[in-house]
Structure formats: C-alpha cells, structure tokens
C-alpha cells in the first residue's frame, strides 16, 4: 500500500474568528490534562487573510491571521518555513486555541497544526 503524502490533522469543530475569546480557553482548561486518551481540542478557521509572519529565534513561526474584522496571533511551533503561510495568502486553518498572558493581560493565540492555501 502507499502512505498518503499529504499531511492530516483531526478537529473537533470549524469556529469564526469572533467566537474564539480566552473564556473558551479557560473552558476548555476544564478538561486538562490533555495527553493521550484526552487529545486537547483542534478548531478550524476558514478563509484567513496572513498579514504578518515572523521567525523567532530561529525555530518557530509566529502568523497574524486576519478576517478581515478581526486578528489573532498563531504559533507553529519548530518550523521556520510553511509554504502556506505567506503574507496576502487565504488559509484555512486547524490549530489549539490558547492564551498568550504577557504582563498580566491575555491574549488569544492559536498553537498551528495545519495550514492549507484557499484557492
């Protein structure tokens, strides 16, 4: 048989960007720990604009993703290239949402799984 070459990733739901607000994630913190047997949940977003992208520290993307309204922040983590992920792009999306807490304030923020372009 032969593997299908195309990477996968499983989510739970597809989601808009205004609903993905950090009383989800402190929801869904409810359920940690997440690991094996308890997966921690995957959300789709559909038809994002990628207005920023930067390296940092030479490992990891950091991606502002817009929908026109609305941004947040993702992550990919260990990775410096997507070929996705390029600004002007439209990606649909699958990630983690989680919470960027800097100086007390907490910020939306996705951990990337998946990116693919939006013909």
Do not use: C, Y
């Not at 922040?73 to 996705?84: D, G």
């Amino acid at each position: 048989s032969q593997l299908d070459p195309s990477p996968h990733v499983t989510a739970d739901t597809i989601v808009d960007l205004p609903e993905l607000v950090p009383g989800i994630v402190r929801e869904l913190k409810r359920f940690e720990p997440h690991g094996v047997g308890n997966p921690a949940p995957v959300v789709i977003l559909e038809d994002l604009e990628v207005i920023d992208i930067k390296v940092l520290k030479a490992a990891h993307l950091k991606v502002t993703l817009s929908n026109g309204q609305k941004s947040i922040s993702a992550m990919m983590w260990r990775t410096t290239h997507h070929p996705a992920l390029a600004v002007g792009n439209r990606v649909r999306i699958a990630g983690k949402p989680d919470l960027n807490t800097f100086r007390g304030f907490a910020e939306m923020q996705l951990v990337l799984q998946a990116a693919e372009l939006v013909s």
